[in-house]
């Protein structure tokens, strides 16, 4: 399915009227059509095997909806707010809640004895989750509907609760909003979201020391510090040999470079580089606890159904994990404004500004294609200076 070449692609997500400060959108209709992008992306997500039949499909889909709704019911019977078509914009428990000055809401929920620790952990997540949530795409039209909102409170909390771990992160509203516009089944958009955080978990673990997006970073630093070591070494003699300054970019994939429309244009290109089919396969293994078949990741396989990034990293054959291609993508946009960082940056607030001014102009094909040539020239320049090691 494909619209008219001209049909504007903000027609499907409506901006509202008085939100005049959104970046617009550069692209016609391409890629993956509005109308089919969420069932496409549950492919490219892991969430059914490529091969699979409709039938298969159907029974796979019913089963994670029957499993939704108890995990949506277990939640519940916690705190009633979640699926009662309401969202939380107050504290559900404090630290003050086990003396005299208890709420109403806590006295109720502890009537029965003290609350298990890890749902009192999930329930001071609950609060962070809602006013996150009512910050979450409020320029678009489709956010006017509070059931809409209760949806993305409903999911972000069920899925907290299943990964207590990670629970609830700043920037995970944002990575879970377009699921829930482009899937009508609300069961469907928090599987497809599940499978997203899959990839991107580890960007959302955090010590009281380290954020896990520190790892992405530290790695953004490497990359450039061997594509353009003049831009490194000017960062760093900025302050900035860290890379904070493109923590919101990695932490949520580029949502604020790019009007909402082409974010989405942008993940699925990543999604599609970095295809792997047997990602379905691996995440069922995984979830029955069953070690990984014999071959079934086999890295000497046809690899005509790989995403091209996948393809050119399993060349490599390295016994390091495969960067993601977003932090080739960010370090793509630096080479691109190398020159004006080098000349124009005399200090953080400088780099900060020169990137911001970049929201709305960045073109997502250019991104991803400027990515793919750097990772070439860091793989050929690591494995040039792994052999002069060697040797």
């Not at 393809?311 to 080479?335: G, H, Q, W």
């Not at 970049?358 to 250019?366: C, E, P, R």
Request: charged content about 25%; aromatic content about 10%; hydrophobic content about 35%.
């Amino acid at each position: 399915m494909r619209g008219a070449p001209s049909e504007p692609a903000d027609s499907y997500y409506e901006v509202r009227p008085d939100s005049t400060d959104v970046p617009a959108t550069r692209f016609r209709i391409k890629g993956i059509h509005p109308a089919i992008r969420g069932e496409v992306w549950e492919f490219l997500l892991g969430c059914y095997h490529p091969m699979s039949t409709f039938d298969e499909r159907k029974q796979i889909r019913q089963h994670r909806r029957e499993q939704y709704v108890r995990l949506k019911n277990e939640c519940s019977k916690m705190f009633p707010v979640v699926g009662s078509g309401k969202y939380i914009t107050a504290p559900v428990i404090t630290e003050d809640d086990a003396n005299a000055n208890r709420t109403e809401m806590a006295k109720e929920l502890t009537s029965n004895g003290p609350l298990d620790m890890k749902v009192v952990q999930w329930m001071h997540t609950l609060h962070q989750i809602g006013l996150y949530v009512k910050r979450t795409d409020r320029t678009l039209l489709f956010y006017d509907k509070p059931e809409n909102l209760s949806k993305l409170q409903d999911i972000l909390s069920v899925y907290a609760w299943i990964d207590i771990d990670v629970g609830y992160c700043q920037g995970m509203s944002d990575l879970c909003s377009p699921m829930i516009i482009l899937l009508e089944n609300e069961a469907d958009a928090f599987w497809c979201f599940e499978r997203l955080m899959r990839r991107l978990r580890g960007n959302f673990q955090c010590t009281e020391t380290f954020v896990g997006v520190q790892t992405q970073l530290s790695n953004l630093a490497t990359v450039t510090q061997v594509i353009d070591p003049k831009l490194h070494q000017h960062l760093e003699t900025l302050g900035g040999g860290n890379y904070l300054f493109a923590f919101r970019m990695l932490i949520v994939l580029f949502r604020r470079e790019f009007s909402f429309c082409d974010s989405l244009y942008l993940w699925e290109m990543m999604w599609a580089l970095e295809y792997d089919p047997d990602l379905f396969s691996l995440y069922e293994e995984l979830e029955l606890n069953m070690e990984k078949a014999e071959g079934s990741k086999g890295k000497s396989k046809p690899t005509q159904k790989y995403g091209k990034y996948e393809r050119e990293n399993m060349k490599i054959k390295s016994v390091d994990a495969p960067l993601p291609i977003s932090v080739f993508i960010v370090a793509s946009v630096l080479k691109d404004k190398s020159s004006v960082l080098l000349h124009q940056a005399r200090g953080l607030d400088d780099v900060v500004k020169i990137l911001n001014d970049m929201t709305g102009i960045l073109d997502a094909k250019k991104a991803c294609t400027g990515a793919l040539k750097l990772h070439k020239k860091y793989v050929k320049a690591k494995t040039h200076c792994n052999s002069k090691s060697m040797g």
